[in-house]
């Protein structure tokens, strides 16, 4: 059974930075295609981050430049280091992750099999 596991969520004020953290069990990063996504209320949920199979990133470009996806793979683990965050960016973030390998880097959600249970980021002064 795959399970993702967001942490690192919070309330930080504009210019602040967060790391959030998905510990995946049940499946192996390595190799893998997994995205950041998030949701404000009111809005449809939208890709964030990707990193694909071949280690390929890309961004939505509101957040090119201030976000950064990686993985450990030593750690099954996937991050996304927010930097410069704005109010804009408060939503729920989650992780996902692909049941194939891609070296696309697709940031739509129904490509996605797998999905934590999201964490909350806040961003207000």
């Known amino acids: 059974q795959v399970q993702l596991v967001e942490s690192g969520g919070g309330s930080v004020q504009p210019g602040g930075s967060l790391r959030l953290s998905c510990v995946a069990s049940?499946?192996?990063?390595?190799?893998?295609?997994m995205c950041w996504f998030r949701q404000a209320p009111g809005k449809e949920r939208e890709g964030v981050a990707v990193?694909?199979?071949?280690?390929?990133?890309d961004y939505a470009g509101s957040v090119k430049g201030r976000f950064a996806i990686s993985k450990d793979n030593a750690k099954n683990t996937l991050y996304l280091q927010m930097n410069s965050l704005k109010p804009e960016d408060t939503a729920t973030y989650y992780c996902?992750?692909?049941?194939?390998?891609?070296?696309?880097?697709?940031?739509?959600?129904?490509?996605?099999?797998?999905w934590g249970q999201g964490t909350q980021v806040t961003v207000s002064s």
């Open positions: 996902a992750a692909r049941s194939v390998s891609s070296n696309w880097p697709y940031l739509s959600p129904p490509v996605y099999d797998y």
């Open positions: 049940g499946y192996a990063t390595t190799g893998a295609s």
């Open positions: 990193i694909t199979s071949g280690g390929r990133t």
